[in-house]
């Protein structure tokens, strides 16, 4: 379990990036911050391995209070994946991926025989293990990213607009294979993303934030779809303008009826559930 | 003509020894150069100072140092070390900008990604930081190399034996085939180096794109590997 409690993040330069910002993120979900640029998603994210420091407040995990956790072990037991990958060049893809089990002190062939097995769990042909990332497509090193976010078997998993930079095909491809390794793996994910189709295929739990990092809204996907009272999350999700393909109606039974820009209806939503609380 | 293979005992000892006294050279200018440009890029207000000083360090006209370095080390006047030391000097001089400038030019992007995924600051420098400047390391080396390679000769002059013995006696005692050899050992001994660095780059970092990939028996090899 991750809590952020009420933290902020004024920068040196004095811009306040984050302010008061409180959220509890359960084990074994996905909780998505999204937002426009510059409202303080990537700070809130890195706050979490201690790659920036709260100003006030504290983050916890498991109840502990990471600022007493030494970051470079904080560091190697999450996993961080980023938006251009952030792939090492001069290291092949299977170094790549053996780099934090490496860093972990695993042995050189421990490490690259779970390169491999993480290179079939997010779907990459063996014979990429042996190239270098500028010798693949940016989709595949999106799926080299992910895989060594996982390749120390953290228990979180810290994602930064993983698939910002890949075609909108190949994005819902990523995303379908992220939803899949999740059901088998079970992380407790945070996922950064402007992309409010992404935030609603991923997220357990939806945060809406405005700048500042102030929360505009959160709450399941079905939660979020059926709120049209704020005036900045009904923006925000296009729910106003029609530019949203889906919307949502509650049904008598308390469940979500999930209907396309048309106004056909496509599914429903119990909307009761708590994915959050799955087996 | 004749001197030449009459000599060729002398021409290969002085091209072994003319190596001695550069090649040292430009492993200290190489390994003294990193962390000055660490320091440059680290701490910003002294980046120029530093940079620009340790530049002008070549303008440092090359005989009267030769001549003033037994004063300063305290070494003999035909003592080798004052050759090295004045040439790493040199070396140094050519060498900071660009390591500087090599290690500055690594992208924040990758730093922070290996910071995130646990590197040590130590660790990123070595494991991440200095390989990937490798390839502009590569660059300032050669000319660092090159540079010392045609630069010992004027140790001749002081009568610390070099391929630059061979024209100070050459013209001295009037042989043209001396003075050829000299010449000609120097630009092909300079070559030779230049082109060992050059194979060296491509072997210590396949990774590079303006390098040549893998050679196909290694790829073979690590394909098997792969299929494991
Ligand atoms: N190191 C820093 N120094 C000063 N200001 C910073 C720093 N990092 C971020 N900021 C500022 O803090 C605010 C939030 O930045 P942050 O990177 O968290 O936004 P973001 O939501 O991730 O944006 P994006 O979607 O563009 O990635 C911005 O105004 C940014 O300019
Ligand atoms: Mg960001």
Redesign the pocket.
């Given at each position: 379990m991750i809590e952020f409690r009420q933290v902020g993040?004024t920068?040196?330069?004095g811009?306040?990036?984050?302010e008061e910002f409180s959220l509890t993120v359960p084990s074994r979900s996905t909780a998505v911050?999204l937002?426009?640029?510059?409202?303080?998603?990537?700070?809130?994210?890195?706050m979490v391995n201690r790659m920036?420091e709260p100003s006030t407040g504290s983050v916890l995990i498991d109840e502990e209070d990471i600022s007493g956790v030494e970051p470079v072990a904080l560091r190697r037991r999450i996993g961080y994946v980023m938006q251009h990958s952030g792939l090492l060049p001069h290291r092949r893809v299977i170094d790549n991926i053996a780099t934090v089990p490496r860093l972990n002190g695993a042995s050189r062939a421990d490490a690259r025989k779970r390169g491999y097995e993480l290179m079939e769990i997010v779907g990459l042909d063996a014979k990429l293990g042996l190239r270098y990332p500028g010798q693949l497509s940016g989709g595949q090193q999106q799926r080299v990213g992910v895989a060594r976010g996982l390749a120390a078997d953290p228990n979180i998993l810290l994602m930064?607009?993983p698939f910002g930079a890949v075609d909108p095909l190949v994005r819902v491809e990523l995303q379908r294979e992220l939803a899949r390794v999740q059901e088998e793996l079970k992380k407790t994910i945070i996922f950064?993303t402007?992309d409010i189709d992404e935030a609603l295929t991923l997220g357990d739990q939806i945060v809406v934030?405005k700048?500042g990092?102030a929360v505009a809204a959160s709450g399941t996907p079905a939660e979020l779809l059926s709120n049209r009272q704020d005036e900045f999350v009904s923006r925000f999700l296009g729910l106003d303008s029609g530019a949203r393909s889906l919307s949502a109606e509650k049904t008598d039974d308390g469940e979500l009826l999930i209907s396309d820009a048309q106004g056909r209806p496509l599914g429903v939503v119990p909307a009761q559930t708590d994915r959050a609380d799955r087996p | 003509m004749s001197w030449i293979l009459e000599n060729l005992d002398t021409i290969g000892e002085l091209t072994l020894v003319h190596l001695a006294l550069s090649l040292p050279a430009v492993v200290i200018a190489f390994l003294v150069s990193i962390p000055l440009a660490w320091i440059a890029n680290r701490i910003r207000v002294l980046r120029e100072p530093l940079l620009t000083g340790t530049g002008l360090l070549y303008a440092v006209p090359s005989l009267p140092l030769f001549i003033l370095l037994p004063a300063l080390v305290g070494t003999s006047v035909r003592d080798p070390l004052n050759v090295v030391i004045a040439l790493s000097i040199f070396g140094l001089a050519l060498m900071v900008r660009s390591a500087a400038e090599a290690l500055d030019a690594v992208t924040d992007d990758v730093q922070t990604s290996a910071t995130a995924i646990g590197f040590s600051r130590v660790g990123r420098f070595f494991a991440v930081e200095l390989s990937l400047a490798g390839p502009a390391l590569l660059a300032g080396v050669r000319v660092v190399c090159v540079s010392s390679i045609s630069l010992v000769s004027v140790s001749a002059v002081l009568g610390v034996n070099s391929l630059g013995s061979l024209f100070t006696d050459g013209f001295a005692r009037d042989i043209i085939g001396s003075i050829l050899a000299g010449i000609v050992m120097t630009v092909v001994l300079a070559l030779i180096c230049d082109l060992l660095l050059v194979l060296a780059g491509r072997l210590l970092m396949p990774w590079n794109k303006n390098a040549a990939t893998v050679r196909p028996r290694l790829r073979k090899r690590r394909t098997q590997e792969a299929a494991a």
């Open positions: 993040k920068y040196p330069d811009t306040t990036a984050v911050l937002g426009s640029s510059g409202c303080g998603k990537t700070t809130l994210l890195r920036v930064d607009e950064v402007h934030l700048t990092g | -």
